[in-house]
C-alpha cells in the first residue's frame, strides 16, 4: 500500500510567508522529515511524528521518507525557503530515479515556498527584476572550478547574480575567492547586498558594493546578491536605499 510523499518549502521564516496551500499540507500529514532547525517551525500535533535529521543527511532522509510512504504514511518532507531551491525537491527526485521499483508508485507533490533570494530582495527594492541567476557556493556537491567558471560566465553575461551557502565552517574560503573572481569582471562600484536571515526577528540588510565587500558579514543564513553594472542604488533622505536593476538601456554595452 502506497502512501503520500508531498515536500514542501516552509518560506524564508516569517511564517506569514509560508503559503496556504503548504499549511493544508502541513495540518494533513502524519509524519514529517527533515532538517531539525525546519521541524522547529512546525507546532505539530500529538499525532504528528517528527523524524529530526542532520543537515547533510539528504539521501538517508530521503529513504526513510519514501519508505515511510511505501508503508501508507502521509509523509512531509519539509524544505526552508523554496523546496526546489538547493533542498529536498531534487533529493527526493533522485532517491526515485536510483531507488526500488515500489518508489516510483509513490505519490509524490512539491509545494512551492518564497526562497530566501525573494525575501531579501523584497526588502530593498528590486534587485531581480531582470535577467538574473542563482548560484550556490558551496563545493560540498560540485567542484570549485566549476563554480569559477560558473561565477566568470555569469559576470561576463551581465547577470546579477545570488548566492546561497556563501559561507560555513567548512568552507571558510569560498566566499573570499568568489569576490575575487568578480572583482576581475565587473567594477568595484558594484552593488552587493548581505540579506541575513530574511524574514526572522534577527533580519539584518546590508548594502555594499563589490570593493568592499566583507566576506566576514556573511554566515550560513546569508544570501547575496551581487548587482550588474547597471544595478543602482538610490540614495532617500531619512530611508533606507532603494536597490534595483533597470531594464536594459539602448546603447548599453551589456
Ligand atoms: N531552499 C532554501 C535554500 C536552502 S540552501 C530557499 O529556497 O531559500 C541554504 C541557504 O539559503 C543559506 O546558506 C542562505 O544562503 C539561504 N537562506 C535560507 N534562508 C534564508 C533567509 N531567511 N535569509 C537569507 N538567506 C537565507
Redo the contacts with the bound molecule.
Sequence with gaps: MSGRLTVV?L???NPDQTTPEVARAIAGASDFYGYAPYLDRLSLRPDQTRHASDNREELDRSTAALNRACQGGNVCVV??????????AAAICEAVENGPDAWRQVEISVLP?????L??AARIGAPLGHDFCVI?L?DNLKPWELIEKRLAAAAEAGFVMA??????RARPWQLGKAFDCLRAVLPGDTVVVF??????PD?RIEITDLAAADPAKAD?????IVGSPETRSIARPGLPPLVYTPRFAKGASR
Design positions: 518549502g518560506g524564508p521564516g524544505s526552508g525557503g523554496d523546496p526546489g531551491v538547493f533542498a529536498m515556498g518564497i526562497t530566501a533570494m525575501a531579501v550556490s558551496s548566492f546561497y551557502n556563501p559561507i560555513s540579506g541575513r536571515a530574511a524574514g526572522r533580519e550560513m543564513a546569508t544570501c547575496i
